[in-house]
């Protein structure tokens, strides 16, 4: 049996041996997508059964619905998401017509969103934080109406390149401007809620904790809808991250206070809902 990965529009043949899938270009599938880690997970094919492994990437591996850890079984039909990023898994037939090409370790599969447009990396270039800021009242009201419409699909591609850079500067240790870390935060939020992938509620709790301070009551407002929503979220994180304000709470004012408590409560609130 070969096994093939449709994602988007494309289907892509595994050969057997390794398929890597992040956000470097030396991954056979290259995802340009802030969710996804440079190299987030791998796929071990043989010529009976496929397996993916976590490389330990800062938002994991969902399979059906489900966090997994280390290595995984997978079935023909499985659904593994990574990122906001879902891949199928399906089989061809022995001998049966294929017009895909084999992807081997040496090929870099560049997959662009569905809209045509190819995202910016972080490699290629230094964004400029203020044009962000731009950026985002441009596009933010595009996406909001995307949103109100219930086209969470559009929203999450309109806003992937903007989100991306957000979070790789955070990363990089770069000073971001706070209207432009709440801008982003307000919006992953959202799309945490409308598009249930918990990845992106992942994604304001990374941004929040290199910030080390807590988020805008807006944000948690909306962290709180999404609770409701998402399939998975990073309990584990989210705990660190309250932990970590916690640490600050002398300091805290009144405010700041005010929204630690609602952080701790939704921290209880992520832990009762995953059981």
Known sequence: ?????????????????????????????SLDD????????????????VTIEDLGSRNGVIVNGARVEGTTDLAVGDRVLIGSQELTLLATREGGPSTRSPATKNTVSRMTPSSGVQMPRMEDAEPSMVRRVDQF??????????????????????????????????????????????????????????????????YVIELYAAQNRPPPAAVIDELYNAM????????????????????????????????????????????????
């Open 228 to 275: 409701n929503k998402v399939t998975a979220v990073d309990v584990a994180r989210l705990r660190d991250f309250v932990v970590q304000i916690q640490g600050r709470s002398a300091s805290l004012g009144p405010a700041d206070r005010f929204l630690l408590q609602r952080l701790e409560g939704l921290e209880r609130r992520a832990r009762s809902l995953r059981g």
């Open 137 to 202: 009242k441009l596009l933010g009201s595009v996406a909001e109406k995307a949103l109100a419409l219930g086209r969470a699909g559009e929203a999450e591609r309109l806003l992937a390149s903007v989100l991306a850079d957000v979070i790789e500067a955070s990363r990089a240790g770069r000073p971001l401007p706070v209207s432009l870390v709440d801008q982003a935060a307000k919006f992953s939020a959202r799309l945490a809620t409308s598009t249930g992938k918990g990845g992106w509620a992942d």
């Open 1 to 29: 049996m070969r096994f093939r990965l449709r994602y988007l529009h494309h289907d892509v043949e595994l050969a057997e041996g390794e398929f890597a899938v992040g956000r470097s270009a030396t991954c056979q599938l």
């Open 34 to 49: 802030p969710l996804v880690s440079r190299r987030h997970a791998v796929f071990h094919v043989s010529e009976s059964h």
